[in-house]
T-cell receptor
Framework: TQLLEQSPQFLSIQEGENLTVYCNSS?????LQWYRQEPGEGPVLLVTVVTGGEVKKLKRLTFQFGDARKDSSLHITAAQPGDTGLYLC?????????????FGPGTSLSVIP | NAGVTQTPKFQVLKTGQSMTLQCAQDMNHNSMYWYRQDPGMGLRLIYYSASEGTTDKGEVPNGYNVSRLNKREFSLRLESAAPSQTSVYFCASNQGGEIRPQHFGDGTRLSIL
């Protein structure tokens, strides 16, 4: 069983602060995705990383895939209230079947104006 | 562009009642998925369909059945609802393949008394 853990579970920060959330596993993943989910809506894909050590940037969001492809981080610079939401990581491993991914429990972020 | 549409958005059932959750996508995707989301547990895969005419069990299939009616529609049925099935249910679709983004509906909030 591939288990994805995310930390912290909850995070409340002031507008303008920086933050990092983490996604960790003891298993190797062939690719990893980050989604953001707002209240009352379904998750929306932010990024997919596939190469160990890969760094991707999406405006103020920076995503990194660990060298060993067991972990990932999401760094937000100068957080804004619009960043509020549940951040989910989802991994696809070599032992999962072709179409399935495993989701972590999420980090709930609240950015206070 | 509707994307993934789920009906109903809210439902309250009594223990033992049955109901079917409906999902339709208009993106011509091959693969469709049903997840449940519970606090602190992330999204757990119930069933998925890699293509029209095929369905497979996910992580938590007990108590559920599915039908891939055609390429657009994938329904989830609870034959005899139990309080443990109180959850938010999400349908998703993609073109297939682990790194392809999943597109989610807005969920069905189901309470079983």
């Amino acid at each position: 069983t591939q288990l994805l853990e995310q930390s912290p579970q909850f995070l409340s920060i002031q507008e303008g602060e920086n933050l990092t959330v983490y996604c960790n596993s003891s298993s190797v993943f062939s690719s990893l995705q980050w989604y953001r989910q707002e209240p009352g809506e379904g998750p929306v894909l932010l990024v997919t990383v596939v190469t160990g050590g890969e760094v991707k940037k999406l405006k103020r969001l920076t995503f990194q895939f660990g060298d060993a492809r067991k972990d990932s981080s999401l760094h937000i610079t100068a957080a804004q209230p619009g960043d509020t939401g549940l951040y989910l990581c989802a991994g696809a491993g070599r032992k999962t079947s072709y179409d399935k991914v495993i989701f972590g429990p999420g980090t709930s972020l609240s950015v206070i104006p | 562009n509707a994307g993934v549409t789920q009906t109903p958005k809210f439902q309250v059932l009594k223990t033992g009642q049955s109901m079917t959750l409906q999902c339709a996508q208009d993106m011509n995707h091959n693969s469709m998925y049903w997840y449940r989301q519970d606090p602190g547990m992330g999204l757990r895969l119930i069933y998925y369909s890699a293509s029209e005419g095929t369905t497979d069990k996910g992580e938590v299939p007990n108590g559920y059945n599915v039908s891939r009616l055609n390429k657009r529609e994938f329904s989830l049925r609870l034959e005899s609802a139990a309080p443990s099935q109180t959850s938010v249910y999400f349908c998703a679709s993609n073109q297939g393949g682990e790194i392809r983004p999943q597109h989610f509906g807005d969920g069905t909030r189901l309470s079983i008394l």
